[in-house]
């Protein structure tokens, strides 16, 4: 459905007002937000439903909502810019007055759906803003005859996975492992998880959006246009604009699949095991998808440490039909039928966002069950197997940090190697070996700002230095959905955005996706650090 604004304004005309002392009574209104109050008692209908709704600092459950999903909990602090209005629609009349009350007066707007945000941008800035906070629209529809679900802005993979589990095990959605990532902001990176290899991106399964544009329009698939859809798919979505609802493609599964789980210190061949998996790994069968977990441990009571690759691996099929795979390609691995279960798809998610899978499926969508973290952390692509020279350099400086570090290996390739870098704006496609995610925890100190916790950000960006020449390069990569504002965020030229913008996405998909966001949203309403710009010329005159 497309609202023009002219009936979107003469709808609010016709809502009837109440005084502002009467809704400053109810609103417990501050100065800073009165205007946007005002605004809100001018264009809504139901004043007492819009009450419960919006929360400004002198409400005593501002910071409890505010907090709800502040994640990680590093950005969870005092000091940290906090908005001048939370407004939690539960519709999208309300959305929209939200939106021209922001506008009308000067706020900046940011969108909040999970709070899985690396950086806080979804929920902190450095000027006044309104957060739209979507915790009330995470509806679930899942139509298992067709294989397709509608998923509302605000819902969590948690919720989506465990809605999935409760009509089919035979259907599921390529989506993340962690259950407290919001679905929107997950796809609107374009979004990768257990079954890319065998199925691509999450964003790669999306069939259509429900979109709400700067205007107030509401718009589909077909009323957007092929170019704005493509950006809403790995572009980051809240660059331009509010998803609304998000109609998936679900996919086959098998009713029970293999998970399997091994381990190997340095002492145990871990650097050559390590060395083999690139090669072996992302040509396998992509019915397998193995994460790769390392951390540094002391060995035993000694202060000698070593290092501990930890193998985990998902196959889409039983014990039986792995087993023999893995002999013949990788029997270096020493994948048993001992360390192998077979179990519902809902259950590898429990185990690889670190439930027991004996643990209820209802937990995933319990979003106060699902931990806090806190971490600073950074990524990068691998096409080009590191030598063993390279990995015990890497080793040695892991050695040099207080054991607070974990990286992550994720294998590509399989379905992968099908699609162009520019299918949808997310490049890193054909010739990716794996994605590495390496990142510092902070879960031991009061904030990120303690003398350890400096120390922590200090090592991890000297080990990023110590990681270049091992990873990709011109541009380096990385990946959106990890932001991560080391890389720059300033967008006054093209030249200053293309440090950050050309390792997300490369320069042909940036670009594409400046001149849409220069069509979508000229006045550059939707923005935050990274967001895509917007420039006073054509990239063509630059």
Same mark, same amino acid.
């Given at each position: 459905?497309?609202?023009?604004?002219?009936?979107?304004?003469?709808?609010?005309?016709?809502?009837?007002?109440?005084?502002?002392?009467?809704?400053?009574?109810?609103?417990?209104?501050?100065?800073?937000?009165?205007?946007?109050?005002?605004?809100?008692?001018?264009?809504?209908?139901?004043?007492?439903?819009?009450?419960?709704?919006?929360?400004?600092?002198?409400?005593?459950?501002?910071?409890?909502?505010?907090?709800?999903?502040?994640?990680?909990?590093?950005?969870?602090?005092?000091?940290?810019?906090?908005?001048?209005?939370?407004?939690?629609?539960?519709?999208?009349?309300?959305?929209?007055?939200?939106?021209?009350?922001?506008?009308?007066?000067?706020?900046?707007?940011?969108?909040?759906?999970?709070?899985?945000?690396?950086?806080?941008?979804?929920?902190?800035?450095?000027?006044?803003?309104?957060?739209?906070?979507?915790?009330?629209?995470?509806?679930?529809?899942?139509?298992?005859?067709?294989?397709?679900?509608?998923?509302?802005?605000?819902?969590?993979?948690?919720?989506?996975?465990?809605?999935?589990?409760?009509?089919?095990?035979?259907?599921?959605?390529?989506?993340?492992?962690?259950?407290?990532?919001?679905?929107?902001?997950?796809?609107?990176?374009?979004?990768?998880?257990?079954?890319?290899?065998?199925?691509?991106?999450?964003?790669?399964?999306?069939?259509?959006?429900?979109?709400?544009?700067?205007?107030?329009?509401?718009?589909?698939?077909?009323?957007?246009?092929?170019?704005?859809?493509?950006?809403?798919?790995?572009?980051?979505?809240?660059?331009?604009?509010?998803?609304?609802?998000?109609?998936?493609?679900? %996919?086959?599964?098998?009713?029970?699949?293999?998970?399997? #789980? =091994?381990?190997? $210190? *340095? !002492?145990? &061949?871990?650097?050559? @095991?390590?060395?083999?998996?690139?090669?072996?790994?992302?040509?396998?069968?992509?019915?397998?998808?193995?994460?790769?977990?390392?951390?540094?441990?002391?060995?035993?009571?000694?202060?000698?440490?070593?290092?501990?690759?930890?193998?985990?691996?998902?196959?889409?099929?039983?014990?039986?039909?792995?087993?023999?795979?893995?002999?013949?390609?990788?029997?270096?691995?020493? %994948?048993?039928?001992?360390?192998?279960?077979?179990?519902? #798809? =809902?259950?590898? $998610? *429990? !185990?690889? &966002?670190?439930?027991? @899978?004996?643990?209820?499926?209802?937990?995933?969508?319990?979003?106060?069950?699902?931990?806090?973290?806190?971490?600073?952390?950074?990524?990068?692509?691998?096409?080009?197997?590191?030598?063993?020279?390279?990995?015990?350099?890497?080793?040695?400086?892991?050695?040099?940090?207080?054991?607070?570090?974990?990286?992550?290996?994720?294998?590509?390739?399989?379905?992968?190697?099908?699609?162009?870098?520019?299918?949808?704006?997310?490049?890193?496609?054909?010739?990716?070996?794996?994605?590495?995610?390496?990142?510092?925890?902070?879960?031991?100190?009061?904030?990120?700002?303690?003398?350890?916790?400096?120390?922590?950000?200090?090592?991890?960006?000297?080990?990023?230095?110590?990681?270049?020449?091992?990873?990709?390069?011109?541009?380096?990569?990385?990946?959106?959905?990890?932001?991560?504002?080391?890389?720059?965020?300033?967008?006054?030229?093209?030249?200053?955005?293309?440090?950050?913008?050309?390792?997300?996405?490369?320069?042909?998909?940036?670009?594409?996706?400046?001149?849409?966001?220069?069509?979508?949203?000229?006045?550059?309403?939707?923005?935050?650090?990274?967001?895509?710009?917007?420039?006073?010329?054509?990239?063509?005159?630059?």
């Amino acid at each position: 459905m497309n609202i023009s604004r002219s009936v979107f304004l003469l709808v609010l005309a016709l809502s009837f007002c109440v005084s502002f002392g009467a809704l400053s009574s109810i609103f417990d209104v501050t100065s800073t937000s009165e205007d946007f109050i005002t605004c809100l008692q001018s264009n809504s209908n139901n004043v007492t439903t819009i009450s419960q709704l919006v929360f400004t600092p002198a409400n005593t459950s501002y910071i409890p909502v505010w907090q709800a999903a502040a994640d990680p909990i590093r950005f969870n602090k005092s000091y940290i810019p906090k908005p001048s209005v939370i407004v939690t629609p539960t519709d999208e009349t309300q959305i929209q007055t939200a939106l021209l009350c922001a506008k009308k007066h000067g706020y900046e707007f940011r969108i909040r759906d999970g709070g899985h945000d690396f950086e806080g941008n979804s929920y902190t800035a450095n000027a006044p803003f309104v957060m739209l906070d979507l915790v009330h629209m995470r509806a679930i529809e899942i139509n298992v005859e067709n294989r397709t679900a509608l998923v509302q802005g605000g819902a969590l993979l948690g919720e989506l996975y465990y809605t999935i589990s409760q009509k089919t095990d035979t259907l599921y959605f390529p989506a993340g492992i962690w259950a407290g990532v919001g679905v929107s902001g997950f796809l609107s990176g374009g979004g990768y998880g257990n079954l890319l290899r065998k199925y691509g991106l999450g964003a790669d399964n999306v069939l259509d959006i429900r979109f709400m544009d700067v205007n107030g329009n509401i718009l589909d698939r077909k009323s957007m246009g092929e170019d704005l859809f493509w950006a809403l798919r790995g572009g980051g979505a809240s660059s331009f604009g509010i998803v609304l609802q998000w109609k998936l493609n679900l %996919v086959p599964v098998p009713e029970r699949v293999t998970l399997f #789980m =091994v381990s190997y $210190t *340095l !002492e145990q &061949g871990a650097t050559d @095991i390590f060395h083999k998996y690139q090669y072996v790994l992302p040509k396998f069968d992509r019915d397998l998808l193995i994460r790769v977990q390392l951390n540094t441990e002391y060995i035993g009571n000694t202060t000698q440490k070593t290092v501990r690759i930890l193998f985990h691996g998902i196959y889409q099929g039983n014990i039986d039909t792995l087993l023999p795979l893995l002999n013949q390609s990788f029997p270096e691995l020493n %994948v048993t039928r001992e360390v192998c279960q077979e179990v519902r #798809m =809902v259950q590898t $998610t *429990l !185990e690889f &966002g670190g439930f027991n @899978i004996s643990t209820p499926t209802s937990v995933l969508a319990n979003r106060s069950a699902i931990p806090k973290l806190s971490f600073k952390g950074k990524s990068d692509y691998v096409r080009t197997p590191i030598p063993r020279s390279g990995l015990r350099k890497l080793w040695r400086k892991m050695f040099e940090n207080d054991n607070s570090q974990t990286l992550f290996m994720y294998t590509f390739g399989g379905k992968m190697e099908e699609y162009s870098d520019t299918a949808i704006p997310y490049p890193h496609r054909a010739g990716v070996l794996y994605q590495v995610f390496k990142r510092v925890d902070f879960v031991d100190q009061p904030s990120d700002k303690t003398l350890i916790s400096l120390r922590r950000l200090a090592w991890l960006r000297s080990f990023d230095k110590t990681l270049e020449p091992y990873v990709t390069s011109n541009p380096r990569e990385a990946y959106m959905n990890y932001n991560d504002l080391d890389l720059g965020f300033d967008s006054a030229t093209y030249e200053e955005a293309s440090e950050w913008g050309e390792r997300y996405w490369k320069r042909e998909n940036f670009k594409k996706l400046i001149r849409i966001k220069a069509k979508v949203d000229p006045e550059n309403f939707f923005r935050h650090p990274q967001s895509i710009p917007v420039f006073s010329r054509p990239l063509s005159d630059m």
